[in-house]
Each structure stands twice: as C-alpha cells, then as structure tokens.
C-alpha cells in the first residue's frame, strides 16, 4: 500500500521532443505527488508537484498530469533539451503520516 | 539559504566496521529524514525525525542502524557493524512540520568492502 510504481526504467528522447514518464500508487491516503529530478552525485530536487485536487499543473516546460480514479500521475517534459538528462523520481506523500515514498526512477537521456 | 549539509561525501569501510553520518539540515526545519538509496533504486526512508523525536523507523535495520537527532537540529546516522549490502548513499533530507516540500542534502555514498 506504501508503493508508487514507476515507468519505464530508462528512456531516449531525442532534443526538442516530449519525455514522458509515468507513476501508479494504490494508497488513496496519499495527498501530495511531487517529482524530483536528481544529477549524479547531487541529491534529488524537488522539481513540481501537484496535489489530487487538480488533474495538471504546469511550470515551464514541466507538466504533471494527475487521474485520480485511476490513481496513477505522469511528468511531461516538453522540448526536451540536453540539460534534462538525469534520473527523475516520482514520490507520494501521506499528509498524516508525512512520510514520502518513492518510486524506483527513470534515467532520461536526451540526445542532442 | 543554506542547503541541507552532510558529512563526509564519500566513505569507504571494511565489513563489520563502524561507520557515522552527519546532517546539518536548513535553519528552522523540524522535520528531518534519512533516506538509503541503493544504485539504480529510489530513495528509501530509513528514519524521521520531528524535532528530537522519532516519527518513524518501521524500516530502520535497528540491529545494527542508530540514529539521534541532538537538540532538534543536527543528526547523526550510525551503522554497526556495517555489510556488504548497506554499500549506498544515505541522504538527508528536511522540511517544515507538514510543508510538502522535502530538501535533499547531497548525500554520503558509503562503500563497503
């Protein structure tokens, strides 16, 4: 109940083209998503979030799109530049508990 | 603003040795976390602190895993005897009591051999 699932493992984009990364959770107890995107030898940075009472948010060219029902949330990066290359973790949070939970990561790689 | 310090960045140790992380996290966050955080695996959390007093550490090896919040400020994370597969990086985290948003330290990446 404590999992979020994330696909895929890794992925290839070619510059200016959308990545798009998805996440699942199966506790409806959850109430905040954020994304972290983290660079080797750096800590994860939170990037964006979005709560389950909106269904998108948008900053920049990052997009998060949220389907409540079916409990699942994905990261849009649009016009991928090469600068995006890192590993991006989806991430749930339980407000009572305040514990966040991870999925397990994507590589993303843009090819220039 | 001064981001969340850890100490050292880099540790390497013989198996059923001792080994000590330190965290220093941001001014004024009572909340602070330490996450393991396997090669090619998400973070996962190890302990939680709000101010001096554990939150939780349901997935805290406390065989061997101690971990002390002095003050309600800095925190030490202690392995010992250390494994083979606690080889990781082990990051700090805090926030403000219920803020969404946690802020990672750079994180120590232990070996052991």
């Known amino acids: 109940q404590q999992q979020v699932k994330q696909s895929p493992q890794s992925l290839i984009v070619q510059k200016g083209g959308i990545s798009i990364i998805n996440c699942a959770y199966e506790n409806t107890a959850f109430d905040y998503f954020p994304w972290y995107q983290q660079f080797p030898g750096k800590g994860p940075a939170l990037l964006i979030a979005i709560r389950p009472d909106v269904s998108e948010k948008k900053e920049g060219r990052f997009t998060i799109s949220f389907n409540k029902s079916a409990k699942q949330f994905s990261l849009h990066i649009m016009d991928s530049q090469p600068g995006d290359s890192a590993t991006y973790f989806c991430a749930a949070r339980n407000s009572g508990a305040q514990k966040l939970v991870f999925g397990q990561g994507t590589r993303l790689t843009i090819n220039p | 603003e001064a981001g969340v310090a850890q100490s050292p960045r880099y540790k390497i140790i013989e198996k059923r040795q001792s080994v000590a992380f330190w965290c220093n996290p941001i001014s004024g966050h009572a909340t602070l976390y330490w996450y393991q955080q396997i090669l090619g695996q998400g973070p996962k959390l190890l302990i939680q602190?709000?101010?001096?007093?554990?939150?939780?550490d349901s997935q805290l090896p406390k065989d061997r895993f101690s971990a002390e919040r002095l003050k309600g400020v800095d925190s030490t994370l202690k392995i010992q005897p250390a494994k083979l597969e606690d080889s990781a990086v082990y990051l700090c985290?805090?926030?403000?009591?219920?803020?969404?948003?946690?802020?990672f330290g750079q994180g120590t990446r232990l070996t052991v051999v």
């Open positions: 985290a805090s926030s403000f009591p219920a803020s969404l948003g946690a802020f």
């Open positions: 602190f709000q101010n001096n007093g554990v939150v939780d």
